[in-house]
């Protein structure tokens, strides 16, 4: 996933003629043979580099049909929160960003700069609004 993401953002990046892009989008793809700790200080260094963390779907490899949440994702959230950072969940993709939301909606005071983009978020399906929403949030972030 993490991938075909990177892809979007740096044709986004690329048609805006931003030609730094590393500093602007960071990948730190995660190995095989990592233990649980070394994952954990891999997922603090990664989120410690940035300034925001969106939280997309977070589904557990598993069977097609089973629905298991990410405890990885869950993981990075906790991190990201620790470390003051401008969290985004995307509840429409699902799974733990899902989750992830409803406990920022339910404790919105934590996260003021989402306020007034709590019901297009809850409610907007369309991919390309979805990313205008967060865009619009980070220009937010940023001016503040």
């Not at 953002?9 to 095989?32: C, G, H, N, T, W």
């Amino acid at each position: 996933m993490g991938n075909y993401l990177a892809g979007h953002a740096f044709q986004y990046l690329s048609k805006r003629d931003v030609y730094d892009i590393e500093k602007k989008l960071l990948m730190r793809p995660f190995f095989e043979k990592m233990d649980m700790h070394e994952k954990t200080n891999h997922r603090y260094k990664m989120i410690e580099e940035c300034k925001h963390a969106i939280f997309i779907f977070g589904k557990s490899p598993s069977k097609i049909d089973e629905k298991i949440d990410s405890k990885g994702v869950f993981e990075e959230y906790k991190i990201a929160k620790s470390l003051k950072k401008n969290i985004i969940a995307i509840p429409a993709t699902g799974y733990a960003a899902e989750k992830i939301f409803a406990e920022q909606k339910k404790n919105i005071v934590e996260y003021p700069y989402l306020e007034m983009y709590l019901t297009a978020l809850e409610k907007e399906k369309n991919p390309e609004k979805i990313s205008k929403i967060v865009i619009e949030i980070l220009k937010d972030c940023v001016s503040d």
